[in-house]
C-alpha cells in the first residue's frame, strides 16, 4: 500500500546517506551500535563542558553580571527545563511561594543553570508519580549570609543522601552510594551548582526530609527595590 511504499523510501533515503560516506547499508544491530556510540560521544563531550566549566567557577575567571532577580521566575524557569523528565516519571511538583517574590542579585542565566541542576536532581531521584517540593521565604539575620536573604527548598521523594556524604556531595566528581546505584550522573552538576550560588554570596546544603528523601536548601541575599543589596 501507500505506507508501505513511503517506508520504503524512507528506507532507501536513509541508506543512500549511508553510501554517501562510503559505507554498506547498516543492519538494525549497526545502526543500534552506532547509536549508542553517539550518545556514549555526546556525554562524554557534556562531561568535559561540565568539568571545564566547574573549573573555571571554582578559579574565579567566569565573569558574572549581576541584576536585581525575581527568584521564583527562574524556579519556574528551571522547572520548564526539567519539563521532560517530570512528565515521563508523571510527577507532581508542589509551589509554596509565599509572599512578595523576592528579588536577589544574580546573573540570571548562572543562577538558572543551578536552579536547574538541582531541580533536574529532585526528579531524576524521586519515584515515578512522587512529589517534587519547591519553597521560597524571607530569612532575616541568618549568619550564613550579608543581610537578608530569600531560601529556597527543593524537597524529594527519593532515597536520600546519606549523613556522611551531606558534605562530600557538592565535591567535583563524588557520587554517593545511591547515585552509583542509580548510575546516574557524573558527579559535577552539584558542584557547579555549589559555586554558583558561592558567586551569589550565597551558601547550599542538604538535610533529610522528615518523610524520607532529600531537602536541598539555597541560601542567598535578596536586594531592595533601590537594587541595594541588603
Known amino acids: 500500500?501507500?505506507?508501505?511504499?513511503?517506508?520504503?523510501?524512507?528506507?532507501?533515503?536513509?541508506e543512500?546517506?549511508?553510501?554517501?560516506?562510503?559505507?554498506?547499508?547498516?543492519?538494525p544491530e549497526q545502526l543500534n551500535l552506532l547509536r549508542l556510540n553517539i550518545q556514549s560521544?555526546?556525554?562524554l563531550k557534556g562531561m568535559i563542558a561540565d568539568l571545564l566549566d566547574v573549573a573555571q567557577l571554582e578559579e574565579g575567571s567566569v565573569r558574572f553580571d549581576f541584576e536585581p532577580t525575581d527568584l521564583i521566575d527562574c524556579c519556574e524557569q528551571a522547572l520548564e527545563q526539567s519539563g521532560g523528565v517530570?512528565?515521563?516519571?508523571?510527577?507532581?511538583?508542589?509551589?509554596?511561594?509565599?509572599?512578595?517574590?523576592?528579588l536577589v542579585e544574580a546573573d540570571p542565566p548562572m543562577l538558572l543553570r543551578a536552579l536547574s541542576n538541582l531541580i533536574s536532581n529532585a526528579a531524576k531521584f524521586s519515584p515515578e508519580e512522587g512529589t517534587?517540593?519547591?519553597?521560597?521565604?524571607?530569612?532575616?539575620?541568618?549568619?550564613?549570609?550579608?543581610?537578608?536573604?530569600?531560601?529556597?527548598?527543593i524537597a524529594d521523594e527519593g532515597p536520600g543522601v546519606p549523613p556522611e556524604d551531606h558534605e562530600?556531595?557538592?565535591?567535583?566528581?563524588?557520587?554517593?552510594?545511591?547515585?552509583?546505584?542509580?548510575g546516574t550522573g557524573t558527579g559535577l552538576g552539584l558542584a557547579?551548582?555549589?559555586s554558583i550560588i558561592e558567586r551569589h554570596g550565597g551558601t547550599i546544603w542538604v538535610e533529610d526530609a522528615p518523610a524520607g528523601g532529600?531537602?536541598?536548601a539555597v541560601l542567598v541575599p535578596t536586594v531592595d527595590t533601590s537594587g541595594r543589596t541588603g
Open 1 to 14: 500500500g501507500r505506507d508501505d511504499a513511503d517506508l520504503r523510501a524512507r528506507r532507501r533515503a536513509r
Open 16 to 27: 543512500d546517506r549511508f553510501l554517501i560516506f562510503g559505507l554498506a547499508p547498516l543492519t
Open 41 to 43: 560521544a555526546q556525554r
Open 86 to 102: 517530570i512528565a515521563a516519571k508523571r510527577l507532581v511538583v508542589d509551589r509554596d511561594w509565599t509572599g512578595d517574590p523576592p
Open 132 to 153: 517534587v517540593r519547591l519553597a521560597v521565604s524571607r530569612r532575616l539575620d541568618d549568619e550564613r549570609v550579608v543581610g537578608e536573604a530569600a531560601l529556597l527548598t
Open 168 to 182: 562530600r556531595i557538592f565535591e567535583r566528581f563524588y557520587r554517593s552510594a545511591v547515585h552509583r546505584r542509580h
Open 192 to 194: 557547579i551548582s555549589r
Open 214 to 216: 532529600s531537602v536541598f
